[in-house]
């Protein structure tokens, strides 16, 4: 009984710390698990600021890209933008390879109007990501178009497509 009456403690703490918002003091230094948790529950109350950036600081804080890659989906699909973008940086700077990363990176980007990083982050995926480059602008025009970022796109696809193709002689 006490066992269990000390878990319950714990939990009231951890849901505390996610009731009281990011930057609260029952959050910080918390277990990477426990971020988990605050961000699980956040993401149940639709409290999508929190659930991303708990899951980032667990990223963070344990290098697992899996927690990365949770914090980036739970971004994109609720419109956090800014935050993906932060998320897919440091993401990519503990896992350079990454290409869903650099996918994450570059959408968010473009639907940040940030058209230079989008160019770039799309060119490199072009260049290492699909077998062809025909390929790969058949890919980038199928997900470009599910964007509420139109014009960007637009930009993005024009600059790409006025580049020199990357064929070996």
Do not use: I, N
């Amino acid at each position: 009984p006490a066992a269990s009456f000390g878990a319950v403690l714990a939990a009231v703490a951890v849901l505390a710390g996610c009731v009281a918002g990011p930057g609260a003091t029952g959050a910080r230094g918390a277990d990477p698990r426990e971020r988990m948790l605050v961000a699980e529950t956040a993401l149940d109350r639709g409290q999508y600021p929190l659930a991303v950036e708990e899951y980032r600081l667990a990223a963070a804080a344990t290098g697992d890209a899996r927690l990365a890659e949770r914090a980036a989906r739970v971004a994109f699909d609720h419109r956090q933008d800014a935050a993906l973008a932060r998320v897919a940086r440091e993401w990519l700077a503990r896992e350079p390879g990454s290409e869903v990363a650099r996918r994450f990176l570059a959408v968010a980007a473009l639907k940040l109007d940030r058209v230079d990083e989008a160019e770039a982050e799309f060119a490199r995926l072009l260049a290492d990501a699909y077998a062809s480059p025909a390929e790969g602008f058949g890919a980038l025009v199928q997900s470009l178009a599910d964007l509420d970022a139109d014009t960007a796109s637009a930009r993005v696809m024009a600059r790409l497509a006025a580049r020199p193709p990357q064929v070996p002689e």
